[in-house]
């Protein structure tokens, strides 16, 4: 018995032996080289993570240069104009057709990002990291009678990471993590333009996934 698994573990031995000098022998083989992607200046995006979850970001990036690239988005944007009635009595609540008040509403919000990116090819794959800076800006004001103005201003920095992978030569996905540091600044202004609030702060989160953008390279 002892004998027999001597055997075996010398002729195990051997044969291992065997395959790695063949191995040796071989010539190398010459490594498939990847099919070359086309290093496109322009790209546009469409953040498909942020989109079901009810948001509209859209993304331009130029290229100058190969391992970098600038980037504007734009995730809300809406310029609104209306002549609004109220038909209720402030002191009785009682609603008359005779006591209604017409006055003309302006409302102006934007959501924006501009930044850079910089860039690291391995072959289809992508490593990108950058930081924005981001403005999200909201303007209302209301007529006389009532003469109201209220201004919202969220502006920072967004520092961000991400892994691009090319699907095709002109099409890719990629995915972003970052990190957000916001001042966040709100006043409001009754007649004769008195401020009746104001408030501001700073705050920073960080997102694990801030976005999921496919690209359409051109």
Excluded: C
């Excluded at 018995?1 to 032996?17: H, S």
């Excluded at 080289?33 to 995006?45: A, E, F, G, T």
């Excluded at 502006?155 to 916001?182: H, M, N, Q, V, W």
């Amino acid at each position: 018995m002892i004998r027999a698994f001597f055997l075996l573990l010398v002729g195990t031995f051997w044969f291992i032996n065997t395959v790695h000098a063949q191995d040796q022998q071989k010539p190398p083989e010459k490594a498939k080289s990847m099919k070359s992607l086309n290093d496109y200046r322009w790209d546009i995006s469409l953040d498909i993570y942020n989109l079901f979850r009810g948001y509209r970001n859209v993304m331009l990036r130029y290229a100058p240069k190969k391992n970098g690239a600038y980037r504007l988005s734009i995730d809300h944007h809406f310029t609104g104009y209306a002549d609004e009635a109220s038909y209720r009595d402030s002191i009785t609540g009682i609603v008359g057709n005779k006591s209604h008040v017409v006055y003309k509403v302006w409302n102006y919000y934007v959501i924006a990002q501009l930044g850079y990116e910089f860039r690291k090819n391995l072959g289809r794959h992508q490593l990108f990291y950058g930081t924005d800076i981001g403005v999200d800006f909201h303007y209302l004001k209301a007529e006389a009678p009532y003469l109201y103005t209220s201004r919202r201003l969220d502006g920072g920095l967004y520092p961000f990471a991400g892994l691009k992978y090319r699907i095709t030569d002109r099409l890719s996905i990629s995915a972003e993590t970052s990190i957000s540091l916001i001042y966040h600044g709100a006043r409001d202004y009754g007649r004769d333009s008195h401020p009746i609030m104001t408030s501001q702060r700073f705050s920073s989160y960080f997102n694990p996934l801030s976005a999921i953008n496919v690209s359409y390279h051109f």
